[in-house]
């Protein structure tokens, strides 16, 4: 507060950047304003945050006036008020003929009544037509719109996109499609953040349009991808009937994706699970259960397994789709009550190399940079990764990092949409990651571009992957990777020309039998040219679902206790004994992909599956289902039928997100606190409920009332976690671990003077094949991966049928080249198959799909992708290589 | 206009150079000289904050779109003195260090546009790399496009819309860079300072009028400012046409004021006669047809994208219709005051904010008209 201005004879502070209506709000002075909203440009055409400034001739815009020391301001004079209500009435005199009552609830309607407005006052030629156009989600009803301009320009600057623009001059202007198509004719995403911004109603969605705004809001955190963006539930009768986005979100600051905005129906889907269900003979049906026979079933099959093979032959799996508070108990379950440490979690089939990859260079397994700081990096590096599809508001802040000049470099197979903005886009054979990036810093060393003194100063082995990289020149790597030398070479000098280049990657990296490999290989990278321990670099794992850093965070691991303590340390160990109150085991369990090894070979009884779906998801699946079969019990926490369900002992109804509290952390490791926003629906538990009484049942009290007395538990064990509290995260709206202490502020950046391990380690690593190659039988290669509006096995977002409007089935993504070797068009059917399995599925001939490779999401129930893929996994986390399949197609006749 | 008829070596541009920038901005300083598109801001002034706004590159355009009704003074002086009008502009961007020269001209201006060319084309062979190119760009027509936001806008590729201010285009124009806007008839007085000083200027300051309407001698008059209507309506037009009376003027075209036979006499200074245009008219006019023809004019004009100037403007000639039909005149009259005061003090460009002032001012000077309709014999103008 450097200066002061004078608004209504009291004196107010000013900022740098300050408006007159910024520095008024901050006064707790309240200017109303339609065309203003903080994050985009002002455009000053609404005209209503007209003020009264000493010496100026007319009102002045308040929204786009800076703020200048000794101003002289009023906001409420009769002046002020009289051109306000002019203004409104002529604007609603512009709209389709109605009263003010039509606008109630929305922000324009609430400025009519404030300044008595009830009729049309003003004659007009051209009162607007009404030309609703409904659906799929929004409906537009431009008759409605003031103008203010919000919606397109937070198309157009915000998610980069222009679907609409404005059409005509004067009173005949409107906003438009190009030639008023229909939304799913444009480059429209349905993220709907135009429709949030409107303030007349004239975008509306269609449960708004249907059932109004709800009675009750409730902030919480969306359930979808490792994102984390803020949501607003909208609460009638009970029921959840719409989201909004949470503008006070740190993360999302209020922007959505189609999901995270609209498919929530199935929070309320007939199909949830509502009652446990026991199959109580191999072989026989799956019967409704009370809650305490269910319970009290599995205990008793869990007594007698254990007591029978030991308990080793039980093995838990945690979820990434539940709050960090079930993971912990799940794992003290297992732990604790079971006396094992076979318990993993789906990171597993994601993104565990991350975690031994990165711990392996920096001595912590986690994202080193925060999102926020996208926006304001120099160049951004994405490396098998389509965040336009599959973290769309991360694509959101790239894309508005570019649009401000910053350098775009794409490694990814498949013609991406950020591939086609970027300015270097390598597409590389599927998994030679490796070669690319030793390519890379090849060059970086070749050309001097590394960051000597950092190397010196932070990090140890660097002779020794310099000595490996000089057998990597740009030439030599292009024959691997089949990217040509020059862009290599473009790549790395592009990337090596900032300290603020930030490296943001996916499972194209790490779902790879060299998954760890990639990673180190990224690591070495950054370290080279010092683009880590600092804003707007690092690198940077986007964590595919919503708590899926939050399930490894816990502890939900097989080899660590919460905050990554292991559990073979006698000293960690010791502190765990003492406030479980019992021994636990030291020795490392099983990671979920060695389950299935367990399970053929007689070791692993029984499987108790807290939200997750193996048997759509995991690799191969014709062999995963061999095993569950093969089990003694398989107990799953679900809210839906899915996939292993059907092959389950015992099923337990979970409740959704919307139905507890809880934390998730995301991508960034931002802890954040997600609220109960309506009752669990009758018959099901919120999952650290039922881990509680299973537990008791076992013979292991745990006493929690709420998911936050877990919470302290957690934050007392684990020094990572000390300082966050749920005081603090209502109040600060999220904290990224490391928090030690209460006073402590988060650590959005991390290794800024240190790494944990002191130094930061380079790895010589080797570049391996894929496990399967194309070959004459197999030709072409498989890349498998998400859709926007989809998610993972399709659980839920199937269940949306508006999303289903949008994208209905799955398509196999084939290049034109090899669709004409195949005869195959667009729309054709075709049967994919592999070593492992088939599926048939709609063929969609794009160039998105390079020559030789082929796409398939894994989102669709009647199109098992997974039946294809393959057996490979990542030698030390285990993780299976989705990527990478060798697999042929025929097109099925009809 | 100074009596010296250079037109083709350029005299002025080369002597600016020897003076330098700093030099060239001095002397534009202390002449006084003022914009001559209206609004009367001293040019000097302008031309130093682009001079020296933080920016690599910066830019210049002359403003040739003259679209404010009545004013045809800039056709004029490009048809005729192309090559003055050329030098202004080099003079400028030479000054300001500019990147690249823009004429901005109406795309009906034809015959100017060919003269402007070869002028363009013999400057920038004169010049032989010594100043900017200079692009001669057709404007697709609109009034806004006077409008120096809108102009930008419109040279960006971008729709014709008036941004708001601050940030000015002095400090962020085209493209975002600093960029001086002036008009033609600013541009075309700056050779003549540089030949003859800033002090002869002082004491030859003439401003061009183009006087229309109902007189003998329509055309374009210089005269100094403090000029009177009555001087150009009867010493330079030729008095009024078919003998009939003098009823009122509209001075500075469809956005200035009225001037009524009272006025006739009062010294017009920069602030008042704005752009120059006078259009005169005769006893036979009907005040409210008049009213009506400027509504109908801003109407089609407004942009649409401040809501006052959108609604403002096309709902005033709907009021002054139900005038004319003699229904609710007293209500619609009082609608007309409100949204004049709101469109004057909220609009955001100018247009918006002086689109009433016409009309305003042809009910309070002439309320007859305004209430008792249909009296006058119509003739529109």
């Known amino acids: 507060m450097k200066y002061e201005i004078e608004i209504n004879g009291a004196k107010a502070g000013i900022r740098d950047g300050d408006t007159i209506l910024t520095a008024a709000r901050r006064a707790g002075v309240r200017i109303p304003a339609l065309c203003h909203d903080s994050r985009l440009k002002p455009s000053g055409v609404c005209r209503v945050c007209v003020v009264e400034v000493e010496g100026a001739k007319s009102l002045v815009a308040s929204c786009a006036m800076p703020a200048v020391a000794g101003m002289r301001i009023k906001t409420d004079s009769a002046r002020v008020a009289e051109a306000r209500k002019t203004v409104l009435e002529l604007m609603l005199s512009e709209l389709s003929p109605g009263e003010a009552a039509k606008y109630k609830g929305t922000d324009f309607g609430q400025l009519l009544k404030e300044y008595g407005i009830r009729k049309q006052a003003f004659p007009q030629k051209r009162r607007r037509k009404n030309s609703d156009k409904r659906g799929p989600l929004i409906t537009q009803s431009y008759e409605s719109c003031i103008l203010c301009r919000k919606c397109f ?21 409107t906003i438009s499609t190009p030639g008023g198509a229909p939304l799913l004719e444009t480059e429209c995403e349905f993220c709907g953040n135009c429709v949030q911004v409107c303030p007349t109603g004239a975008l509306i969605e269609d449960w708004k349009r249907k059932s109004g705004p709800g009675t009750r809001r409730a902030k919480t955190i969306c359930t979808y991808c490792g994102t984390g963006c803020g949501i607003v539930a909208h609460v009638k009768g009970g029921k959840v009937i719409g989201v909004e986005g949470d503008v006070d979100n740190p993360v999302s600051h209020g922007d959505l994706c189609v999901k995270g905005r609209f498919a929530f129906d199935f929070v309320h889907h007939r199909d949830r699970l509502r009652y446990p269900m026991i199959r109580r003979r191999k072989g026989g049906r799956l019967v409704r259960a009370t809650w305490a026979e269910a319970l009290d079933f599995i205990a008793a099959k869990v007594r007698d397994i254990k007591d029978a093979h030991g308990p080793d032959a039980i093995a838990g799996v945690s979820s990434s789709r539940c709050s960090n508070e079930e993971n912990y108990v799940m794992s003290k379950l297992m732990r604790a009550a079971i006396g094992t440490n076979n318990i993993d979690n789906c990171a597993r089939v994601c993104h565990a190399p991350s975690v031994t990859g990165l711990a392996a260079s920096f001595g912590s397994g986690a994202a080193t940079n925060s999102l926020e700081e996208i926006e304001g990096a120099e160049v951004i590096f994405v490396i098998g990764s389509n965040p336009a599809e599959a973290h769309p508001v991360i694509a959101l802040k790239i894309k508005r990092a570019v649009s401000r000049g910053a350098k775009l470099i794409v490694a990814d197979p498949r013609m991406t949409e950020l591939a086609e903005m970027a300015d270097v886009h390598l597409g590389l054979r599927a998994g030679t990651n490796v070669a690319l990036v030793n390519g890379m810093l090849n060059v970086v060393i070749e050309e001097n571009l590394t960051d000597d003194e950092f190397i010196a100063r932070r990090t140890q082995n660097y002779d020794a992957v310099k000595k490996m990289a000089m057998r990597y020149p740009p030439e030599a790597v292009s024959r691997l990777t089949g990217v040509a030398a020059e862009d290599i070479r473009r790549a790395a000098r592009t990337y090596a020309a900032s300290r603020k280049a930030m490296i943001l990657y996916g499972l194209g990296i790490t779902e790879h039998v060299s998954g760890t490999n990639n990673v180190k290989a990224l690591a070495n990278l950054v370290m080279a040219t010092g683009s880590v321990g600092r804003p707007s670099a690092g690198v940077n794992p986007l964590r595919g679902q919503n708590n899926v850093q939050g399930a490894c965070d816990m502890g939900a691991l097989p080899n660590v206790f919460p905050g990554y303590q292991p559990v073979a340390d006698e000293a960690v160990r010791a502190k765990f004994e003492k406030k479980y109150g019992l021994p636990l085991p030291g020795e490392v369990g099983l990671k979920t992909t060695e389950y299935y090894d367990a399970i053929e070979n007689g070791e692993l009884k029984a499987l108790l599956i807290m939200a997750m779906d193996p048997a759509a998801t995991d690799p191969n699946l014709n062999r995963v289902r061999e095993c569950l079969k093969k089990l003694d019990l398989l107990v799953v926490f679900e809210i839906f039928p899915t996939e292993t369900a059907k092959f389950a002992d015992v099923i337990l109804p979970g409740a959704s997100f919307a139905e507890k509290d809880g934390t998730f952390t995301n991508a960034e490791r931002r802890v954040q606190l997600f609220r109960k926003v309506i009752n669990p629906l009758p018959g099901v538990k919120p999952d650290w409920k039922i881990v509680k009484e299973l537990s008791r049942r076992l013979g292991y009290k745990m006493d929690y009332k709420s998911p936050e007395d877990i919470w302290n538990e957690i934050a007392a064990l684990a020094p990572d976690f000390a300082g966050i509290t749920y005081q603090r995260l209502e109040n600060e709206g999220g904290l990224c671990w490391p928090c030690p202490d209460k006073a402590h502020p988060g650590t959005p950046v991390m290794y800024e003077v240190s790494f944990p391990t002191g130094l930061g380690r380079f790895n010589d690593i080797p570049d391996i094949s894929p496990k399967e190659t194309p070959d004459r039988e197999y030709p ?39 669709a004409r070797r195949s005869r195959v068009k667009t729309g054709d059917r075709v049967r994919v198959s592999s070593r492992r399995g088939e599926v048939v599925v709609h063929a969609k001939v794009t160039r998105r799909s390079p020559p030789g490779s082929v796409f398939l999401s894994f989102h669709f129930d009647d199109v098992l992708t997974n039946d294809l893929t393959s057996e490979g996994v990542d030698f030390l986390a285990g993780t299976p290589e989705y990527k990478v399949s060798a697999v042929r197609i025929v097109k099925v006749k009809r | 206009m100074s009596a010296s008829s250079r037109s083709s070596a350029f005299e002025a541009f080369f002597r600016a150079l020897s003076m330098g920038r700093e030099g060239v901005i001095k002397e534009i300083e202390a002449s006084g000289l003022r914009g001559m598109g209206g609004a009367g801001f001293p040019a000097g002034r302008k031309w130093r904050t682009v001079a020296e706004a933080p920016s690599e590159v910066r830019y210049a355009v002359m403003n040739a779109d003259e679209g404010e009704p009545g004013t045809f ?3 004029y002086l490009m048809e005729n003195h192309p090559g003055r009008v050329v030098e202004g502009l080099m003079i400028a961007a030479y000054a300001v260090n500019a990147e690249r020269a823009y004429i901005y001209i109406r795309h009906e201006y034809a015959r100017a546009y060919r003269a402007l060319a070869k002028a363009r084309d013999r400057a920038m062979a004169a010049a032989d790399g010594r100043v900017c190119d200079i692009e001669i760009f057709r404007s697709a027509g609109g009034y806004i496009c006077g409008e120096e936001s809108a102009l930008l806008e419109s040279l960006a590729g971008e729709r014709a819309e008036p941004l708001v201010r601050p940030p000015f285009p002095a400090v962020s124009g085209l493209y975002g860079k600093p960029t001086l806007v002036n008009n033609v008839e600013t541009l075309v007085n700056t050779p003549d300072i540089i030949m003859n000083g800033a002090d002869w200027y002082k004491d030859n300051v003439k401003k061009l009028f183009s006087v229309s309407g109902d007189v003998r001698k329509p055309g374009v008059f210089a005269r100094p400012p403090g000029a009177t209507l009555r001087e150009l309506v009867y010493e330079d037009a030729g008095g009024m046409k078919n003998g009939h009376a003098f009823r009122f003027a509209i001075v500075g075209g469809y956005s200035g004021k009225v001037l009524t036979a009272g006025e006739m006499d009062e010294p017009l200074e920069f602030g008042e006669f704005g752009n120059g245009a006078v259009i005169v008219l005769d006893e036979s006019r009907n005040a409210l047809e008049t009213a009506q023809n400027v509504a109908e004019f801003f109407a089609g004009e407004s942009c649409g994208k401040c809501a006052p100037c959108r609604g403002g403007t096309s709902s005033m000639p709907l009021l002054l219709a139900e005038i004319k039909a003699g229904r609710k005149t007293g209500g619609a009259r009082a609608l007309i005051r409100r949204l004049s005061n709101a469109m004057r003090d909220t609009s955001l460009c100018g247009l918006g904010q002086t689109a009433p002032n016409v009309v305003e001012e042809l009910i309070d000077k002439y309320p007859h008209d305004f209430m008792d309709s249909g009296k006058r014999r119509p003739r529109s103008i």
Do not use: F, Q
């Open chain 1, 153 to 173: 320009m937070t198309c157009s600057t915000r998610v980069m996109r222009s679907v609409t623009g404005l059409v005509g001059k004067g009173a005949a202007t």
């Open chain 1, 780 to 818: 072409l290669t498989l890349i498998t991966g998400r859709r926007r509006e989809h998610y993972n096995d399709g659980s839920m977002t199937r269940r949306s049928p508006a999303l289903m409007d949008i994208c209905p089935r799955e398509e196999l993504e084939i290049n034109p080249a090899d």
């Open chain 2, 73 to 75: 003074k800039d056709k």
